[in-house]
């Protein structure tokens, strides 16, 4: 299979914790990016970061990317109830299609 | 403005049968995307159109076809359904056929018995 591979799978922290997902990924990237889905719905678009970028930032998301060991990294501070969700990366090939990770399924705990 | 719009929402469908998918992308949006998100499991890339043009198609059967129209909205048509087609289908848009972001609609329930 080309997926990669996420970690955890599954993950439960405190309200107001920090939240920490791992990915890595087989190819030669053109660019990450990040998404959320709530129980099965349509995916929301979080953050897109680009082979020659090594972190970026928006709101309470930072996402590092190290093309060396094929891997991200995705990180929700202070995280709320709210941030409850699945989330996936997905890797852009050369193709410009996107491979998606197997998930992490995020539980805030209010 | 309108994010991305699939129809219909959900869909049963038995075994044999086949099913078209509309999917509407983003204004000014000319590359759609076709994913199957099976339970538990990433999606999966089937289709990738721009400008009307097939650019990429993912390890799928040739049940699984699917065109875009001038206005740039697209159709996913899947032929003889197999009770392992139930699944999310997803459509995404983006700007051009580059690295992009893809914007996902809300999907479209398929469910064969």
């Known amino acids: 299979s080309q997926q990669g591979e996420e970690d955890p799978q599954a993950l439960s922290i405190q309200e107001g914790e920090n939240a920490t997902m791992n990915c890595s990924y087989k190819?030669?990237?053109?660019?990450l990016q990040w998404y959320r889905q709530n129980s099965g719905r349509g995916l929301v678009h979080l953050i897109l970061?680009?082979?020659?970028?090594r972190e970026k930032h928006s709101g309470r998301l930072r996402v590092t990317l190290d093309t060396s060991k094929k891997s991200s990294s995705l990180l929700i501070t202070a995280s709320r109830a709210a941030d409850t969700a699945s989330y996936f990366c997905?890797?852009?090939?050369?193709?410009?299609?996107?491979?998606f990770g197997s998930g992490t399924r995020l539980l805030v705990r209010p | 403005d309108a994010g991305v719009t699939q129809s219909p929402t959900h869909l049963i469908k038995t075994r044999g049968q086949q099913v078209t998918l509309r999917c509407s992308p983003i204004?000014?949006?000319?590359?759609v995307s076709w994913y199957q998100q099976v339970l538990g499991q990433g999606p999966q890339f089937i289709f990738q159109?721009?400008?009307?043009?097939?650019?990429g198609r993912g390890n799928f059967p040739d049940r699984f076809s699917a065109r875009q129209f001038p206005n740039y909205s697209s159709e996913l048509n899947v032929n003889a359904l197999l009770l392992g087609d139930s699944a999310l289908y997803l459509c995404?848009?983006?700007?051009?056929?580059?690295?992009?972001?893809?914007?996902f609609g809300p999907g479209t329930r398929l469910t064969v018995l």
């Open positions: 995404a848009s983006s700007l051009g056929q580059g690295g992009d972001e893809q914007f």
């Open positions: 204004s000014g949006h000319k590359s």
């Open positions: 159109y721009y400008e009307k043009e097939e650019r």
């Open positions: 190819t030669s990237i053109n660019n």
């Open positions: 970061i680009r082979s020659n970028e």
């Open positions: 997905a890797e852009m090939d050369s193709s410009y299609k996107l491979i």
